[in-house]
């Protein structure tokens, strides 16, 4: 029964699947003829959802409705005797002892009792709402069709949701009614069943179920003593293994949540080097996100200041390389010096170089920041700002590191090499190679310089950070779930998807330029194919909370993994739909670009990048945050990013629309004023959420622990002994 | 997998596989492009102040927010008569030993493109104010302010280029605003952005997404009038302002002008399509030829004058399309 009911599922899942596919085709043949279209996706989408919805609200329907047909059939059918037996067999104790007093008196009475008929009028009813719900969802399809390009009105689309609003509010409403409806008829069934049972019981039974039943009575009122297992002796704790009991815990502000279990054996020289990695990076990012406030804050008040190193077109790389060569990269490295060895079984072959990596990381980010508010700069490639000699330190910071990991790997005590480390070191190669092909100049007259540019800066977010922070999760998240991962094979098949596809997209961001169409063409196509890493990395790891997932409410890290897995899904594919030439006219050039980025950059990396650090310090510190300030880091950081990022796609899309209409530049920029403004406000909770953070790494790894009074005993007692000798 | 197991067999052929990607799709395609694309012959060279010009527009991040292409898509048209091509990149080269080419096409449009704008905006007095507060001529800017691109002096020499700035924007300083060689380069720089000619009249390529052409015959025949005010905001405004009354001391007022208020609308079409030096002595700087550069039609050209002629409080006669097309014309026979 079950299989099948899930056989029909997937059914279903393949037909919707299908009907969205053949939207999508619908959808670029248009986009040729009506210039319009492009605004209607959001519409369609919205449509499309709805009838998806109430697709599989009739499926739950029907199959309701056949568990009631199959009941009414089994009544009709039954075999009295058996079926009684059933409950006779399940009676309670004093079930048992009303019906054998009752028994005793064994006055008879009779009633007639009827059944069925009247189910073909449910059926009957049931049938005539699945039509008139189908032809509803055809209705809806059919006037988003046809109607075209007058549905790119604001008016129009405004109507349209509200028409859509009470006919949905209709829809739920009538399945309710129809699930009421469901339960009364099943109740109704029940109490026949009753009445019959009653009728059956009101014979008194023969000596044979009599006895049956006194036996039944006897096993069922059978009481445990409570000292079966622990005898008459008084409770002793001989091993020890109960410590720290707490009987007055307070009245606590926030719930508390499962302390991290110590790491025993972690090398005191890792655990410096991995707390600098992360201490270092969390100074970047306190710094990158103050500049990327203030600079967010120059859209509402373009007159903040006047001076030429704070000026908006010098801070804004400040902001960005800050955050990625100083925040993200720093705090990922520093993940990965932990989790290369562990899963390699074998400790760090080169401490030194690991140092020499970090120092010579932090020197890029201070010098080039510094050089970008000078006003030197690589000429204007996004991420590719800082000029040469200071990118170069970066990049042998990354061979030192990479070398330190092949090492340790080819020194590994276990066979396999676990997949974290082909995420980790790829990301490595990846960096340096992609880092090699921007910065060396025989490439890049003209044109070639733009085509470099636009492979590099999104290898530099999908290979080296994404690829990067994908090591780390299949590392840390079954971890701290305390579950394998779900399947090593999607992890593989995700790898080499990613490396296929994901090389391929860079141009995405020039399209409609004078780049070589074809390379416009195989960018988009190669976007397209970015949803098979994405799905097969994110069902992964969904997968793995399977049987787990009870276990987010008691942990601080496992929702920051969740949000970050979240974001990994919708982000990525939002990359996804960007790309298509259709959106790209509306979405192009826009701030829903600066949206996306941070959906991602923040969504999934910086999330991914916060859960390790949570995860990894206390292990090797033996220091935890105060769960309060943690609480308030990751739900700062998530209503600001929805914050920022939502009002400025929505904003953006319609400036976009503003611009296929031909308004005047400068509307769409009085235009944009609000949604700015709410960026600005999503913006400083972020930024808040990033002192509580740097707050919280503070107590986790320099903060003084509460004095314990025995130990502080002790240690008086041990003294005056001392003195006393 | 034995495969799998060898971290060397692994890491080459994930090393080998995205190198191979790598360059089909960014070294190969850079290197056929370089070697494809010569500069279009009628592009004029950048001179040694907008060279330097182009150096403080880098330093200064412009690209942050200026894009400089103009896409083959419809609505990129009022950026540019003409989609840009490869061409127009093909002089750019490495800057110098530090630092990298700059094609600086950008990949944000929070300000308006500049690939043209040396023709659509090439006034130096314009620009120079602009620079210093954009919010002294479009209030409603987001641009960052340039000041430190120049100086106070209370007696300004001779070869000193003098910007009219409003008091309100000197913040209490007295003097005179000075513009620095920086702020001089980065006009240059500006004014010389101009998409050049394609060579012996070659057809450029189509704008790809056509906008639907809204001004579709009435039933009754007639043709809608153009929206005259907003030709007027891109074209007009940023100069002469929303209110009409330009500034003060920079751009003339076309409120109660006489030339606007003409019956005779032949010098007005004039001005508007071949720019205007005539109120140089009350310190207005010369009108650049807004219509020629924009390539505004006769329509367009109407619909604005009409606009001119009917707000603010003016109220002169309406011109027709015909009647602007007929003075084109005969402005055109003058010429020669």
Same mark, same amino acid.
């Given at each position: 029964m079950k299989r099948k009911n899930r056989l029909k599922l997937i059914r279903g899942l393949f037909l919707s699947a299908g009907l969205f596919s053949s939207y999508a085709l619908y959808a670029q043949s248009e986009a040729k003829r009506a210039y319009y279209f492009t605004d209607l996706n959001g519409v369609l989408l919205f449509l499309f959802v709805l009838v998806f919805f109430l697709l599989a609200g009739i499926w739950y329907l029907k199959i309701k409705i056949r568990e009631?047909?199959?009941?009414?059939?089994?009544?009709?059918?039954?075999?009295?005797?058996?079926?009684?037996?059933?409950?006779?067999?399940?009676?309670?104790?004093?079930?048992?002892?009303?019906?054998?007093?009752?028994?005793?008196?064994?006055?008879?009475?009779?009633?007639?009792?009827?059944?069925?008929?009247?189910?073909?009028?449910?059926?009957?009813?049931?049938?005539f709402l699945l039509l008139s719900l189908s032809s509803l969802g055809l209705f809806a399809q059919d006037r988003s069709g046809g109607k075209g390009s007058v549905l790119g009105e604001?008016?129009?689309?405004?109507?349209?949701?509200?028409?859509?609003?009470?006919?949905?509010?209709?829809?739920?409403?009538?399945?309710?009614?129809?699930?009421?409806?469901?339960?009364?008829?099943?109740?109704?069934?029940?109490?026949?069943?009753?009445?019959?049972?009653?009728?059956?019981?009101s014979h008194s039974p023969d000596a044979d179920t009599r006895r049956d039943l006194i036996k039944r009575k006897e096993a069922l009122d059978f009481k445990l003593t409570h000292s079966e297992l622990s005898g008459n002796l008084p409770a002793e704790d001989k091993k020890g293994l109960i410590t720290s009991i707490t009987t007055d815990s307070g009245l606590p502000v926030v719930t508390q949540k499962k302390k991290a279990i110590k790491r025993p054996n972690v090398d005191p020289r890792l655990a410096k080097l991995v707390l600098w990695y992360i201490g270092c990076a969390t100074f970047w990012l306190l710094f990158g996100t103050t500049v990327g406030e203030y600079v967010g804050i120059k859209f509402v008040a373009p007159d903040a200041d006047h001076l030429s190193w704070l000026s908006f077109g010098r801070l804004r790389p400040v902001h960005t390389n800050a955050v990625f060569w100083g925040w993200a990269s720093l705090g990922m490295l520093g993940l990965a010096y932990y989790v290369v060895p562990r899963v390699s079984n074998r400790e760090l072959v080169s401490f030194k170089m690991g140092w020499y990596s970090l120092w010579l990381i932090n020197a890029a980010v201070l010098l080039g920041s510094i050089s970008l508010m000078a006003g030197i700069n690589n000429a204007g490639g996004e991420y590719r700002e800082y000029i040469w000699p200071i990118m170069l330190l970066?990049?042998?910071?990354?061979?030192?590191?990479?070398?330190?990991?092949?090492?340790?790997?080819?020194?590994?005590?276990?066979?396999?090499?676990?997949?974290?480390?082909?995420?980790?070191?790829?990301?490595?190669?990846?960096?340096?190679?992609?880092?090699?092909?921007?910065?060396?100049?025989?490439?890049?007259d003209g044109l070639g310089e733009t085509i470099v540019q636009g492979y590099y800066m999104h290898m530099g977010?999908?290979?080296?950070?994404?690829?990067?922070?994908?090591?780390?999760?299949?590392?840390?998240?079954?971890?701290?779930?305390?579950?394998?991962?779900?399947s090593y094979s999607l992890g593989i098949l995700a790898y080499w998807t990613q490396i296929l596809f994901y090389t391929l997209i860079g141009t995405h961001h020039f399209v409609f330029s004078s780049i070589p169409w074809w390379l416009q063409t195989v960018a988009i196509v190669g976007?397209?194919?970015?949803?098979?890493?994405?799905?097969?990395?994110?069902?992964?790891?969904?997968?793995?909370?399977?049987?787990?997932?009870?276990?987010?409410?008691?942990?601080?890290?496992?929702?920051?993994?969740?949000?970050?897995?979240?974001?990994?899904?919708?982000?990525?594919?939002?990359?996804?739909a960007e790309a298509f030439r259709s959106t790209n006219l509306m979405w192009h050039f826009t701030d829903f670009t600066v949206a996306h980025s941070h959906l991602t950059m923040y969504g999934i990396i910086t999330f991914f990048v916060w859960a390790g650090v949570y995860t990894i310090i206390p292990r090797l510190s033996g220091k935890e945050a105060p769960q309060i300030t943690v609480g308030a880091h990751f739900w700062f950081a998530l209503i600001g990013l929805l914050f920022y990022t939502v009002p400025l796609m929505y904003g953006s899309t319609l400036k976009g629309l503003m611009w296929m209409e031909g308004k005047p530049f400068l509307d769409s920029v009085v235009f944009s004023a609000p949604y700015w403004l709410w960026r600005a406000v999503g913006g400083s909770l972020m930024w808040i959420s990033h002192i509580f953070f740097v707050y919280n790494v503070y107590k986790m790894i320099g903060g003084k622990a509460i004095v314990d009074v025995k130990e502080a005993a002790f240690e008086k007692l041990a003294q005056t002994s001392a003195g006393t000798h | 997998m034995e495969f799998f197991d060898n971290y060397k067999k692994l890491f080459s052929a994930t090393f080998l596989l995205f190198v191979g990607l790598t360059i089909l799709v960014a070294i190969l395609p850079a290197f056929r492009n370089e070697k494809n694309n010569a500069p279009l012959p009628n592009a004029v060279p950048l001179s040694e102040d907008a060279v330097k010009g182009k150096a403080v527009y880098i330093a200064n991040g412009c690209v942050a927010c200026h894009t400089q292409q103009v896409r083959i898509v419809d609505m990129d048209k009022t950026w540019g008569p003409r989609p840009s091509i490869a061409a127009d990149y093909a002089d750019m080269h490495r800057t110098d030993f530090w630092r990298n080419t700059a094609t600086l096409m950008g990949t944000e449009r929070t300000g308006p493109d500049l690939t043209n704008i040396g023709n659509r905006q090439p006034s130096l007095e314009w620009n120079l104010v602009h620079l210093y507060n954009p919010r002294i001529v479009v209030k409603e800017s987001v641009m960052p302010a340039y000041p430190w691109m120049f100086t106070l002096k209370t007696n300004p020499g001779k070869d000193d280029v003098v910007v009219n700035v409003p008091a309100e924007y000197l913040k209490g300083k007295s003097g005179k605003v000075v513009a620095t060689k920086q702020a001089l380069h980065l006009v240059a720089y500006l004014q010389s952005l101009k998409q050049a000619p394609l060579p012996d009249g070659r057809p450029a390529p189509e704008f790809l997404y056509k906008r639907e052409v809204k001004a579709l015959p009435a039933a009754d025949g007639t043709i809608p009038a153009l929206d005259g005010a907003a030709l007027y905001a891109v074209n007009c405004q940023s100069c002469h302002q929303a209110n009409g009354e330009g500034l003060q001391g920079a751009f003339p007022s076309l409120k109660g002008s006489k030339i606007v208020l003409d019956d005779? +609308?032949?010098?007005?079409?004039?001005?508007?399509?071949?720019?205007?030096?005539?109120?140089?002595?009350?310190?207005?700087?010369?009108? +650049?030829?807004i219509g020629t550069d924009n390539n505004l039609s006769a329509e367009e050209i109407a619909a604005i004058m009409n606009h001119e002629r009917t707000s603010w409080g003016n109220s002169a006669k309406e011109v027709t399309p015909a009647q602007i097309k007929e003075i084109i014309e005969a402005l055109k026979s003058d010429v020669k």
């Open positions: 009631m047909v199959k009941m009414n059939r089994r009544l009709k059918n039954r075999n009295n005797e058996t079926d009684f037996d059933k409950y006779m067999k399940d009676l309670s104790s004093d079930q048992i002892e009303a019906y054998l007093k009752y028994s005793k008196q064994d006055d008879a009475s009779s009633a007639e009792s009827s059944n069925g008929g009247n189910n073909t009028a449910l059926k009957s009813g049931i049938v604001t008016g129009i689309i405004i109507t349209i949701f509200l028409l859509i609003i009470p006919i949905g509010a209709g829809i739920v409403f009538m399945i309710f009614k129809v699930l009421k409806l469901i339960n009364q008829k099943k109740n109704q069934l029940n109490l026949i069943r009753a009445e019959e049972l009653a009728q059956h019981l970066f990049g042998i910071g990354l061979v030192l590191t990479l070398i330190n990991f092949l090492k340790t790997i080819a020194r590994r005590t276990t066979k396999e090499i676990y997949i974290s480390n082909w995420y980790i070191v790829a990301a490595l190669i990846f960096g340096l190679v992609i880092s090699l092909v921007a910065y060396i100049p025989w490439w890049q977010v999908g290979m080296w950070f994404m690829m990067m922070t994908l090591g780390l999760v299949y590392y840390y998240l079954p971890q701290q779930l305390n579950r394998p991962i779900y976007s397209v194919g970015m949803v098979i890493p994405v799905v097969a990395g994110s069902t992964n790891f969904i997968l793995t909370f399977k049987g787990g997932w009870h276990k987010i409410s008691d942990s601080y890290t496992l929702p920051f993994y969740l949000v970050g897995i979240i974001f990994y899904f919708t982000g990525s594919l939002q990359g996804t | 005779n +609308p032949e010098a007005m079409v004039d001005i508007i399509l071949h720019g205007y030096n005539g109120r140089e002595k009350e310190g207005f700087p010369p009108m +650049p030829a």
